[in-house]
Protein backbone atom coordinates (compact mmCIF):
# COMPACT_ATOMS: atom_id res chain seq x y z
CA UNK A 1 0.00 0.00 0.00
CA UNK A 2 1.43 3.34 -1.14
CA UNK A 3 1.80 5.44 2.13
CA UNK A 4 3.29 8.96 1.36
CA UNK A 5 3.52 11.20 -0.90
CA UNK A 6 7.06 10.96 -2.30
CA UNK A 7 6.63 7.12 -2.69
CA UNK A 8 2.93 8.47 -4.60
CA UNK A 9 5.00 10.42 -6.70
CA UNK A 10 6.92 7.63 -7.72
CA UNK A 11 4.85 5.44 -8.18
CA UNK A 12 2.66 7.37 -10.80
CA UNK A 13 4.43 6.00 -14.22
CA UNK A 14 3.09 2.58 -12.67
CA UNK A 15 -0.24 3.48 -12.65
CA UNK A 16 -0.01 5.20 -15.92
CA UNK A 17 1.59 1.88 -17.40
CA UNK A 18 -1.01 -0.42 -15.81
CA UNK A 19 -3.76 1.66 -16.85
CA UNK A 20 -2.53 1.12 -20.54
CA UNK A 21 -2.22 -2.85 -19.81
CA UNK A 22 -5.86 -2.66 -18.18
CA UNK A 23 -7.31 -1.34 -21.36
CA UNK A 24 -5.79 -3.85 -23.52
CA UNK A 25 -3.62 -2.17 -25.12
CA UNK A 26 0.19 -3.31 -26.10
CA UNK A 27 3.30 -1.81 -24.14
CA UNK A 28 6.47 -2.94 -25.74
CA UNK A 29 9.41 -3.16 -23.40
CA UNK A 30 12.56 -1.34 -24.76
CA UNK A 31 15.83 -0.18 -23.18
CA UNK A 32 18.66 1.76 -24.19
CA UNK A 33 16.98 1.95 -27.65
CA UNK A 34 16.41 -1.87 -27.70
CA UNK A 35 13.22 -3.93 -28.49
CA UNK A 36 13.28 -5.87 -24.89
CA UNK A 37 9.79 -7.52 -25.40
CA UNK A 38 6.18 -6.94 -24.73
CA UNK A 39 5.07 -6.19 -21.63
CA UNK A 40 2.51 -8.17 -19.87
CA UNK A 41 2.37 -7.07 -16.25
CA UNK A 42 3.47 -4.57 -13.93
CA UNK A 43 3.51 -4.74 -10.49
CA UNK A 44 4.33 -2.88 -6.81
CA UNK A 45 6.08 -5.05 -4.25
CA UNK A 46 6.63 -4.34 -0.89
CA UNK A 47 10.07 -5.72 -0.40
CA UNK A 48 11.88 -7.45 -3.40
CA UNK A 49 15.33 -7.94 -4.65
CA UNK A 50 16.14 -5.20 -7.29
CA UNK A 51 17.80 -5.95 -11.02
CA UNK A 52 21.73 -6.11 -10.29
CA UNK A 53 22.56 -3.03 -12.18
CA UNK A 54 20.38 -0.95 -9.45
CA UNK A 55 22.51 -2.51 -7.03
CA UNK A 56 26.03 -1.21 -5.79
CA UNK A 57 28.68 -3.39 -7.43
CA UNK A 58 31.04 -2.38 -4.40
CA UNK A 59 28.71 -3.83 -1.75
CA UNK A 60 28.17 -8.29 -1.48
CA UNK A 61 25.42 -7.19 0.95
CA UNK A 62 22.00 -6.97 -1.30
CA UNK A 63 19.60 -5.76 0.40
CA UNK A 64 15.89 -6.47 -0.09
CA UNK A 65 13.36 -2.71 -0.78
CA UNK A 66 10.02 -1.96 -2.59
CA UNK A 67 10.41 -2.42 -6.21
CA UNK A 68 8.25 -2.22 -9.31
CA UNK A 69 8.37 -5.73 -11.15
CA UNK A 70 8.11 -5.51 -14.66
CA UNK A 71 7.38 -8.60 -16.38
CA UNK A 72 7.67 -8.92 -20.37
CA UNK A 73 8.14 -11.63 -23.01
CA UNK A 74 11.33 -10.99 -24.43
CA UNK A 75 11.72 -11.00 -27.93
CA UNK A 76 13.94 -13.54 -29.94
CA UNK A 77 17.93 -14.12 -29.67
CA UNK A 78 17.85 -13.04 -33.34
CA UNK A 79 16.24 -9.40 -32.79
CA UNK A 80 16.18 -9.06 -36.80
CA UNK A 81 12.82 -11.58 -36.44
CA UNK A 82 11.19 -8.86 -35.34
CA UNK A 83 10.64 -6.09 -37.94
CA UNK A 84 6.87 -4.84 -36.37
CA UNK A 85 6.17 -5.89 -33.01
CA UNK A 86 3.04 -4.96 -33.10
CA UNK A 87 2.15 -7.90 -35.26
CA UNK A 88 5.14 -10.48 -33.87
CA UNK A 89 3.73 -13.10 -31.26
CA UNK A 90 5.96 -12.73 -28.47
CA UNK A 91 6.41 -16.36 -27.26
CA UNK A 92 9.29 -16.87 -24.71
CA UNK A 93 8.77 -17.42 -21.32
CA UNK A 94 8.27 -14.28 -19.37
CA UNK A 95 10.99 -12.37 -17.18
CA UNK A 96 10.93 -10.27 -14.46
CA UNK A 97 13.36 -7.06 -14.02
CA UNK A 98 12.67 -5.55 -10.69
CA UNK A 99 13.37 -1.37 -10.03
CA UNK A 100 13.74 0.53 -6.84
CA UNK A 101 10.91 2.55 -6.03
CA UNK A 102 12.99 5.14 -5.26
CA UNK A 103 14.39 5.72 -9.50
CA UNK A 104 11.47 4.70 -10.81
CA UNK A 105 10.39 7.94 -11.96
CA UNK A 106 13.89 8.88 -13.45
CA UNK A 107 14.45 4.99 -14.74
CA UNK A 108 10.95 4.59 -16.49
CA UNK A 109 9.34 6.45 -19.72
CA UNK A 110 5.81 5.61 -21.28
CA UNK A 111 5.33 6.87 -24.84
CA UNK A 112 2.80 6.74 -27.24
CA UNK A 113 4.20 4.83 -30.08
CA UNK A 114 0.65 4.62 -32.01
CA UNK A 115 -3.09 4.37 -31.03
CA UNK A 116 -3.43 1.89 -28.65
CA UNK A 117 0.98 1.20 -29.05
CA UNK A 118 3.10 2.11 -26.33
CA UNK A 119 6.74 1.67 -25.30
CA UNK A 120 8.39 2.02 -21.91
CA UNK A 121 11.83 2.96 -21.89
CA UNK A 122 13.68 1.62 -19.33
CA UNK A 123 16.65 3.33 -18.07
CA UNK A 124 18.75 0.90 -16.61
CA UNK A 125 21.79 3.04 -15.24
CA UNK A 126 20.13 5.03 -12.82
CA UNK A 127 21.10 4.51 -9.30
CA UNK A 128 19.57 6.00 -6.32
Given at each position: ??????????????????????????????????????????????????A?????????????????????????????????????????K????????????G??????????????????????
Amino acid sequence: MIKDDSTDLELFALRLIRTRLEREERVFVFSAGNLRGKLVSIEHLDSALPAATYQDCRSTDQQMEPCVQLTYAPRPKDPGKVTDPTKFKFTRKPVLFNIPVRVVSGSLLLKKLYENVWMVNVQTSARG
